[in-house]
């Protein structure tokens, strides 16, 4: 367990899955790269190649095979590890993998020029040179800031603005701005162990309550939503809700700094689409998740600006209390202890009935 715990804290989540893949390409057009080398025995031809492999050994041929084991079995290292477990280090190492790639994809065709023809490595020089700048580029995206989470390091992004697929627009000042189509509090989830519980504590569908929230809670509240413009809005959480669950959350758990929130991936409209995939499976829905402060329950993820679209689901680290909005309901459910679901329920902003976790609705 203790070592589990390190990996975690070694954990951060700012390198997308795009970026990851490309880098696993990266790390195999090197390989091929350096076999083209081989056979074309740059070390009798190209001087850099030549002095690398004479300060490894006399046998020019040995050096450069052994320089080349090195390159790749690190590069291989980087991926495997910093990069696909998402270590604190990993963005340092993709950046060490895309400059010896950009090296490469430049040095090779310049050189290629110079001698008037086909030099050994140039044919997959092109190649990585391409595939080092699309990773360039996914890299550049987020500039993070690693916080410390109840049990993992997570990290909040902010990339460049005025875009819906780069999402993140930068440090929320108002609570206002925080109803916005961003996600400056929010950094998506890897957490393995929240799946796991959540997986395992909803296994029906529309069954009863506990289909929608887990069934080991003391007491149960059932919020109906306000009707607006002729009816109550289904399958989204309206604004008018978020303020006074928050004030009624927030005491009631001992990680309001670490929440968890997962999104429906049917959302045409999520911005959530172009930050990570649904890592959440329950019955019939999949779902996006994320992690931030409970604040952040105020995000909406729609890419409209006159759509709010709260989390569908919504819990603390400590798993004090569950809020669920199920996308066919005009309702949202809370499970917690019986103090917080009290409080709730004599809330005069909020219209709610107590509801159990076998009651049908």
Partial sequence: MRIISRLRDREVTNLTPRARTALGVLVLLQIAHSLEEYFGRLWESFPPARAVSSVISSDLERGFVIFNVILITFALWCWLWPVRLRWRSAVLFAWLLVAI??????????WS???????????????ILIVAIYVASQLLRPAA????????????ARPRRNSIKEIL????????????????????????????WLESSITTFARNVASFVPGHFEAYAR????????????GRRPKILVEPLIENL?????????????????????VAHHFNEPTLDLP???????????????????DASFIYTAANLWWPADRAWFVSTEVDH????????????????????????????????
């Fill in 113 to 127: 020029i110079y001698r008037g023809g086909y030099t050994a490595g140039v044919a997959t020089a092109p190649l």
């Fill in 223 to 234: 919020i109906s939503h306000p009707i607006e413009d002729g009816q109550a809005m289904v």
């Fill in 169 to 196: 627009k930068g440090t929320v000042e108002t609570k206002d701005e925080q109803y916005n189509n961003n996600l400056a509090l929010l950094t998506p989830s890897q957490n393995a162990s929240e799946r796991e």
């Fill in 145 to 156: 800031v690693v916080r410390r989470g109840h049990s993992s390091v997570f990290v909040v």
């Fill in 250 to 270: 927030k005491p009631a758990t001992t990680t309001p700094d670490h929440c968890f929130f997962a999104v429906w991936e049917g959302f045409g409209d999520s």
């Fill in 101 to 110: 790639g950009v090296i490469n994809g430049i040095g090779h065709p310049l």
């Fill in 330 to 361: 005009a309702w949202t459910y809370v499970g917690g202890s019986r103090t917080l679901i009290d409080a709730l329920l004599n809330d005069e902003r909020l219209d709610g009935v107590e509801t159990f976790a076998s009651a049908r609705w």
């Fill in 284 to 302: 019939h829905r999949r779902y996006h998740v994320f992690e931030g402060p409970v604040e952040a329950s105020r995000t909406s993820f729609s």
